[in-house]
């Protein structure tokens, strides 16, 4: 039981983290469907992903490049998936309080979100991964959501 915990949760992950990884990454984006928006948290959750899609010298993939070289990155997705969802909702209500986001069937960036040093390491991790992340939701919903094994 301890183990499942510790791979779907710490307490690193909460609304605050999810808030950061959305809005980061609807600076390069600029609009995400909900279905979208709820995958941001489970990617950022997992330090090897966010790790790998935050260096520099890692190219720009569509979901099923990055699930067929990096299969550990999806091995417990949709644990994450569901684990976070509470996060997600509360960090978009987060952005949407803040005027950040506007959601009308979609959400849109209201204005960009800024996160700097003083938010702390994992946030800049965040931060240069978001770009990457962008990418990846480019996919259609259907594709990011069977190529990253979401049971729903």
């Given amino acids: ?43 950022v959750m997992h330090a090897p992903t966010v790790k790998y899609l935050a260096n520099g010298n ?10 067929a070289i990096r299969p550990d990155f999806v091995h ?3 644990q994450r998936y569901h684990a976070s969802l509470i996060h997600t909702i509360n960090g978009l209500q987060l952005l949407h309080s803040l ?19 003083e938010f702390g390491k994992r946030v800049e991790l965040i931060t240069a991964a978001s770009r990457e992340i962008s990418h990846l ?6 594709e990011l959501y069977l190529n990253l094994r979401v049971q729903l």
């Fill in 99 to 117: 005027d950040f986001i506007i959601y009308k069937d979609i959400i849109f960036q209201a204005k960009a979100f800024e996160a700097g040093p």
């Fill in 76 to 78: 417990n997705f949709s």
């Fill in 58 to 67: 890692t190219r720009s993939r569509e979901i099923s490049s990055l699930t």
């Fill in 1 to 43: 039981m301890s183990e499942k915990r510790t791979m779907t949760w710490s307490g690193y992950n909460n609304s605050g983290i999810a808030a950061v990884a959305i809005g980061m990454t609807l600076n390069h984006c600029h609009s995400l469907t909900l279905a979208k928006a709820l995958l941001v948290m489970p990617l």
């Fill in 137 to 142: 939701l480019k996919s259609s919903e259907e």
